[in-house]
T-cell receptor, first 114, second 117 residues
Framework: GENVEQHPSTLSVQEGDSAVIKCTYSDSASNYFPWYKQELGKRPQLIIDIRSNVGEKKDQRIAVTLNKTAKHFSLHITETQPEDSAVYFCAASSTNFGNEKLTFGTGTRLTIIP | GAGVSQTPSNKVTEKGKYVELRCDPISGHTALYWYRQSLGQGPEFLIYFQGTGAADDSGLPNDRFFAVRPEGSVSTLKIQRTERGDSAVYLC???????????????FGAGSRLTVL
C-alpha cells in the first residue's frame, strides 16, 4: 500500500517569511495529492491539491509542486501570517475507481512568529 | 446537507461497552470514508464506501470494528467491547466519484471524539 512521509514535523517561521513542507510517497500509481490544514480541535480542511498531470499549482500565497519521477511534492506558503499557524497534512491517493482512499502524512506543526 | 455532519461530537464510555458513531455525508456524495485520528497524528484510514458497499475495509484494526451504510447515505461506525486504545477522534469524510474534478476531494466532518475510560 501507499506510504507517505512528511518533513519537518515542526516548523517555526518569522511572520512574512516563507514556509516549505515536503512529502514523499511510495506508490507510483498515486496521482492525486491534496494538502489539508487543521487548526486545534477543528476538522482538516483542504487548502490546495494537485493532480499528476501538472507540476505546479498556485493559489494566492500557497503553491504546491510535484515531482512524479522522484515521488515527492511540496507545499510552499509565502508572506506567512499568524493565521497560517496550524498543523498541515499532505496526502496521496489514486483516482482508479475503488482505490481512492487518501493516505496521510504525519503532519507538520507550523508556528508563525509575530 | 451543506456539510458532513457527525454525531455525537463527544462520547465518553467505559471499557467493554458498545458505541455507535454516525455520519451524514454531503448530499449526492457517493463515496464515504471513516478515518481515525489519534493525538498528534495524521488521519488513519479505516474504511471506504462506494454507495452501500464497503469498497475497502483494510484499515479496520480488528473485528470489534464494523461500519454500515445501508441506503448509500448515512453511515454508522460500530465499535464493540471498547478498549482504552480506541480513544481517538473518528473523522468521517465524503466525496464525489468518477472522472470529474471533484473526485477524491474529501470534505471532512468535525469528528466524534471517543474517550474510553
Amino acid at each position: 500500500g501507499e506510504n507517505v512521509e512528511q518533513h519537518p514535523s515542526t516548523l517555526s517561521v518569522q511572520e512574512g517569511d516563507s514556509a516549505v513542507i515536503k512529502c514523499t510517497y511510495s506508490d507510483s500509481a498515486s496521482n492525486y495529492f491534496p494538502w489539508y490544514k487543521q487548526e486545534l480541535g477543528k476538522r482538516p480542511q483542504l487548502i490546495i491539491d494537485i493532480r499528476s498531470n501538472v507540476g505546479e499549482k498556485k493559489d494566492q500565497r500557497i503553491a504546491v509542486t510535484l515531482n512524479k519521477t522522484a515521488k515527492h511534492f511540496s507545499l510552499h506558503i509565502t508572506e506567512t501570517q499568524p493565521e497560517d499557524s496550524a498543523v498541515y497534512f499532505c496526502a496521496a491517493s489514486s483516482t482508479n475507481f475503488g482505490n481512492e482512499k487518501l493516505t496521510f502524512g504525519t503532519g507538520t506543526r507550523l508556528t508563525i512568529i509575530p | 446537507g451543506a456539510g458532513v455532519s457527525q454525531t455525537p461530537s463527544n462520547k465518553v464510555t467505559e471499557k467493554g461497552k458498545y458505541v455507535e458513531l454516525r455520519c451524514d455525508p454531503i448530499s449526492g456524495h457517493t463515496a464515504l470514508y471513516w478515518y481515525r485520528q489519534s493525538l498528534g497524528q495524521g488521519p488513519e484510514f479505516l474504511i471506504y464506501f462506494q454507495g452501500t458497499g464497503a469498497a475497502d475495509d483494510s484499515g479496520l484494526p480488528n473485528d470489534r470494528f464494523f461500519a454500515v451504510r445501508p441506503e448509500g447515505s448515512v453511515s454508522t461506525l460500530k465499535i464493540q467491547r471498547t478498549e482504552r486504545g480506541d480513544s481517538a477522534v473518528y473523522l468521517c469524510a465524503s466525496s464525489e466519484t468518477g472522472a470529474g474534478s471533484g473526485a477524491n476531494v474529501l470534505t471532512f466532518g468535525a469528528g466524534s471524539r471517543l474517550t474510553v475510560l
